[in-house]
């Protein structure tokens, strides 16, 4: 295969609008890119459908009354990933070692096409050679079963279906036990904690319709354009009616300031733009508390005078009463907050947080839309509560129009975590699985994905199974981590296509070819289905009907059900046999074991639109200790963990425009003006000034995190960006080697990968 060659890096300021003609460009430049065939060009008018399937890109909703074509830029970009013509056999195995492919790029990796074959790793070569299903299962269920349980991990990626997730996590369970980490460990986890204790559910509170009556939506630290851009639509009709949109984030990415709709032929021939941010705060990282704090501290100046005056109040005073806890002391430490600290923490002038102030005191109704900006901090939790603070002053939670609105990342990151993807028994009917299914469900607490890195580090966790993702990319401290794994005993991976992950070796070691979602997945009784839930906690059915990449691919849910056949004692309650061959019985397990969540599963997973799971608090009934909805207070105005010191940088690690997470689709990164090098340094002029850098200049990162360990990441080129001082940007997965294990959000665990703390090295 050619590999593309990126020796002409272009850093040119991108003056276009999101989406527009760059966006049918970059479909157009991908599709014959990948050598996808006119069959596959046909599957992605499919996407997101009601008898489609659902996109692998983002867990944005699917609506009932879909466009003609409902995808976008970054969809058609993942369904030309997985529909490739290009294909990686055995016969390039036997041409190249692992070891002289870990010095390959994480895009050539991937470039190379789909994994064709079930693969060992034979260590005497250095190379994977093809085997036969059964000898692998075999092969690592015996290996799996001498292992005490607790030194096992099973990795879930966000990815994998409902289906697959039930009898993933239901065979860890049986193995005996939950060390079961997803995706979300590093995501939105602080996301689930944050509005459990505050508000006594898991997950957002709102739908789609909801941006239809909204007055205002703020958005903080989530990159709509190139992460979930089927979310222009519906804010772009939302502007069009009057709704105000506040952006909040260090960067003016283009999605939040202009969008012109590629599928729209009257937008696109007169080059006509939405404006989507009515007003931008650009923060510093971290600066986020300190924004809300200082929006709050408005409020609740503005409602004392307005009580005093006899004038009506600012704040719902009756919601606050009716429905909250903790409100006296949330008001105390508001008051207690200083104007000057806030300012400085925030980054940007009183005049503008007053001025958004001012904005949410007039709205009827707020959606609060949210992604890895304000999770992906030390204090990641507590950004997510005092969000939560701020919705509850005003009563903008559980009516329409308003709510929380975090942006899920992978297409059923939230649905796995529903059917028991989850290392915390408190998430887990364990009682129902032990009625259903006879036996014990262990109750002690599961690995994270930080404690299983920490595991893996002190050599503790024995083997990892990996369902998707590329675990060994995706986490900190990767150069430690990349040393220890082959300390492993059993390493396997459940994948479409070679990544890093997979280069490194244990002494039992496979890769696993899957189907991916958009094939046609065929079994003992025919052709099946899959379902997943979306952000808004919609399921959703959907149908592969593309080729197979391979003849010898197995699906997901029958490579978890062979390896979970013989690596359990016979239960006569699981067939996992008939399980395989007719999904429609899985699902019937799962509504067993959720009855409220998934009634009639399988007569209404094709709901136009999805089926809405329900939420207690979006019905104003709080499922918390007090029976409330929690006012809770951050302690602090930062949330990046770590004190300010001369020359100590907060690098946020970015995604760009051209990659789903440590997938790397191209060098470009359009929307901020990136082409041909993902190696770049975004930093502000004036702090290039200062250390006396030019542009261009090629300097190095080190990590400043006062532990001791030296993490250093070279070969960046400096660029000079409308970034605030005292913040670097750049891009994951190539910058985890700059993250310590231990510099993660409080309570979630959620790597702190928005504010870490590094010296720049020229
Ligand atoms: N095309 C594409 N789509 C994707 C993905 C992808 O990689 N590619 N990944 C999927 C996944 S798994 C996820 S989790 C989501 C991620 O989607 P996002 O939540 O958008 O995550 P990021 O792109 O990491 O960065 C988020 C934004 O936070 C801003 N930011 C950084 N630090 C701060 C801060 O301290 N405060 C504020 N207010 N903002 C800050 C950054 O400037 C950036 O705009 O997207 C999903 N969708
Ligand atoms: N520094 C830094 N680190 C981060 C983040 C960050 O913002 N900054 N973001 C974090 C976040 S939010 C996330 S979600 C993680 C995600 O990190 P990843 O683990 O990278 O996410 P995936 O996209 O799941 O993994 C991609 C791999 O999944 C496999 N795959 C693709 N499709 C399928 C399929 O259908 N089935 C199977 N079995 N495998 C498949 C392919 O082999 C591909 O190589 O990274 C986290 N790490
Ligand atoms: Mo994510």
């Known amino acids: 295969m050619a590999k593309q060659q990126f020796d002409n890096p272009d850093l040119t300021p991108f003056k276009g609008p999101a989406g527009g003609w760059g966006s049918l460009r970059s479909v157009a430049e991908i599709l014959p890119r990948e050598r996808v065939s006119p069959e596959a060009v046909r599957e992605l008018v499919r996407q997101n459908k009601p008898d489609g399937f659902a996109c692998v890109s983002c867990a944005w909703p699917k609506p009932a009354d879909h466009h003609p074509a409902e995808f976008c830029e970054e969809g058609a970009k993942a369904t030309a990933w997985e529909l490739t013509g290009y294909r990686t056999t055995p016969e390039f195995f036997a041409k190249h070692t692992l070891t002289e492919l870990r010095s390959w790029s994480d895009y050539a990796l991937e470039q190379h096409g789909r994994l064709t074959h079930p693969l060992r790793y034979d260590a005497a070569t250095d190379r994977y050679v093809a085997c036969a299903w059964d000898e692998a299962f075999d092969t690592i269920a015996a290996a799996l079963k001498p292992l005490d349980p607790k030194s096992v991990v099973f990795y879930a990626s966000g990815r994998a279906s409902l289906e697959t997730s039930y009898m993933y996590g239901l065979m860890a369970r049986m193995f005996g036990n939950q060390n079961l980490p997803d995706s979300s460990n590093m995501c939105h986890e602080s996301t689930s904690v944050g509005l459990k204790a505050a508000i006594g559910v898991p997950v957002g509170t709102t739908q789609l319709r909801d941006f239809e009556v909204c007055d205002l939506v703020m958005i903080f630290g989530h990159n709509i354009g190139s992460n979930a851009p089927r979310m222009l639509h519906p804010l772009r009709s939302a ?454 850098l030019a542009e261009g200049q090629i300097v190095a990162l080190e990590s400043d995190a006062g532990d001791g360990v030296a993490r250093r990441r070279d070969g960046l080129i400096v660029h000079a960006y409308d970034i605030p001082r005292g913040c670097l940007g750049a891009y994951y997965p190539e910058c985890n080697v700059l993250m310590p294990v231990e510099h993660h959000a409080d309570e979630s665990h959620v790597p702190a990968a928005k504010s870490v703390p590094v010296r720049l090295v020229a």
Request: charged share 25%; net charge neutral.
């Open 239 to 692: 502007r069009k009616r009057g709704c105000e949109v506040i952006a909040v984030n260090p960067l003016r990415e283009r999605g939040l300031e202009r969008f012109t709709d590629p599928q729209n032929p009257v937008e696109m021939t007169l080059l006509k733009e939405s404006n989507i941010a009515t007003q931008f705060i650009q923060v510093k990282a971290g600066g986020d508390l300190a924004v809300m704090m200082g929006i709050a501290k408005y409020l609740v100046e503005w409602d004392d005078a307005a009580l005093t005056a006899g004038s009506p109040a600012v704040l719902d005073h009756d919601f606050i009463a009716e429905h909250t806890h903790g409100f006296d002391a949330f008001v105390a430490k508001v008051r207690g907050a200083e104007w000057p600290a806030i300012e400085a923490e925030a980054g940007v002038p009183l005049a503008e947080i007053e001025a958004a102030a001012r904005r949410y005191a007039k709205a009827r109704a707020v959606m609060a839309v949210y992604g890895m900006g304000l999770t992906q901090h030390v204090k990641g939790v507590e950004n997510v509560r005092m969000l939560v603070n701020l919705l509850l002053m005003r009563g903008n939670i559980g009516k329409p129009g308003a709510g929380p609105t975090p942006v899920r990342g992978h297409s059923n990151v939230q649905g796995q975590r529903t059917v028991g993807i989850t290392e915390k028994t408190e998430l887990v009917p364990v009682a129902k699985l032990k009625a259903q299914f006879g036996f014990d469900p262990p109750t002690e607490k599961g690995l994270d994905t930080v404690e299983t890195c920490r595991g893996v580090i002190d050599g503790s966790v024995k083997a990892v199974i990996g369902l998707g993702g590329n675990f060994l990319r995706a986490v900190p401290e990767t150069a430690a981590m990349e040393a220890a794994w082959p300390k492993l005993d059993v390493s396997v991976q459940i994948a479409t296509k070679l990544n890093r992950n997979h280069l490194f070796a244990g002494r039992v070691t496979y890769l696993l070819p899957c189907l991916g979602r958009i094939e046609r997945d065929v079994q003992a009784s025919g052709e099946q289905a899959v379902s997943v839930e979306d952000s808004t906690s919609c399921i959703h059915g959907s149908r592969g009907k593309a080729s197979p990449a391979s003849p010898h691919l197995l699906s997901e849910p029958a490579i978890v059900g062979a390896l979970a056949k013989r690596l359990l004692p016979p239960n006569p309650r699981i067939d996992w046999d008939a399980w395989v061959g007719d999904y429609a019985l899985i699902r019937d397990a799962i509504e067993e074991t959720y009855p409220e969540i998934f009634p009639d599963f399988n007569a209404r997973m094709f709901t136009p639109g999805g089926f809405w799971k329900g939420n207690k608090a979006a019905e104003r009934i709080w499922l918390t200790k007090s029976g409330k909805a929690e006012f809770l207070a951050p302690e602090g105005l930062s949330a990046t963990g770590f004190a300010d010191a001369d020359r100590r940088f907060r690098l946020m690690t970015l995604r760009s425009n051209d990659q789903f997470n440590t997938t790397v689709y191209g060098y470009h990164d359009r929307f901020r003006g990136v082409k041909g090098t993902r190696d770049v340094l975004f930093i502000n002029r004036a702090d290039m000034a200062e250390m006396q």
